[in-house]
T-cell receptor
Framework: DVKVTQSSRYLVKRTGEKVFLECVQD?????MFWYRQDPGLGLRLIYF???????EKGDIPEGYSVSREKKERFSLILESASTNQTSMYLC????????????FGDGTRLSIL | DAKTTQPTSMDCAEGRAANLPCNHS???????VYWYRQIHSQGPQYIIH???NNETNEMASLIITEDRKSSTLILPHATLRDTAVYYC??????????FGPGTRLSVLP
């Protein structure tokens, strides 16, 4: 089975802190993604990466950055956390190419106080 | 315009087949139909996808109409653990996921 592991299920941070969310996948997938999920807004793509050290902006990259130093690991960084970044964050991975489903982790519920 | 239309909620008796419909009338020729589900407090779980032929795997069957404007996900013998929100979404290579509100399926004992 595909395993996408996110480092924390729940996280509480303060406004202005730098926050790191980690994601690891064990299926040798080329693609990795970071989404946030909010009630009424559905799933929104923040960033994705198709290879080590490569990254592409999604629909809502402002206030975030990412790092992919190894194929299996994709980190999401909140440079200076704000209350409007309180959300459920979901990591996903997939093989490169057409017709490849994305597999999601269980999410990190992040609260910024 | 919404890409998909799904019933807000459905009930199904345990052990019976659950048939979840989805309308995607604006689907384009290169878009696959993907189905995911999300159990409370967990990430979305991939179920199945297809282009135009019917598909079956260990979890479910997917029936796509000939004009591809709608599809039905079938869980052949629903269990209590199948209670979740089910999302269908057309998607082609390079597109981002857009999950609508989905269908909240309740499997009743």
């Amino acid at each position: 089975d595909v395993k996408v592991t996110q480092s924390s299920r729940y996280l509480v941070k303060r406004t202005g802190e730098k926050v790191f969310l980690e994601c690891v996948q064990d299926m040798d997938h080329e693609n990795m993604f970071w989404y946030r999920q909010d009630p009424g807004l559905g799933l929104r793509l923040i960033y994705f990466s198709y290879d080590v050290k490569m990254k592409e902006k999604g629909d809502i990259p402002e206030g975030y950055s990412v790092s992919r130093e190894k194929k299996e690991r994709f980190s999401l960084i909140l440079e200076s956390a704000s209350t409007n970044q309180t959300s459920m964050y979901l990591c996903a991975s997939s093989f490169l190419g057409q017709n490849q489903p994305q597999h999601f982790g269980d999410g990190t519920r992040l609260s910024i106080l | 315009d919404a890409k998909t239309t799904q019933p807000t909620s459905m009930d199904c008796a345990e052990g019976r087949a659950a048939n979840l419909p989805c309308n995607h009338s604006t689907i384009s020729g290169n878009e696959y139909v993907y189905w995911y589900r999300q159990i409370h407090s967990q990430g979305p779980q991939y179920i199945i996808h297809g282009l135009k032929n019917n598909e079956t795997n260990e979890m479910a069957s997917l029936i796509i109409t000939e004009d591809r404007k709608s599809s039905t996900l079938i869980l052949p013998h629903a269990t209590l653990r199948d209670t979740a929100v089910y999302y269908c979404t057309p998607l082609s290579y390079g597109q981002n996921f857009v999950f609508g509100p989905g269908t909240r399926l309740s499997v009743l004992p």
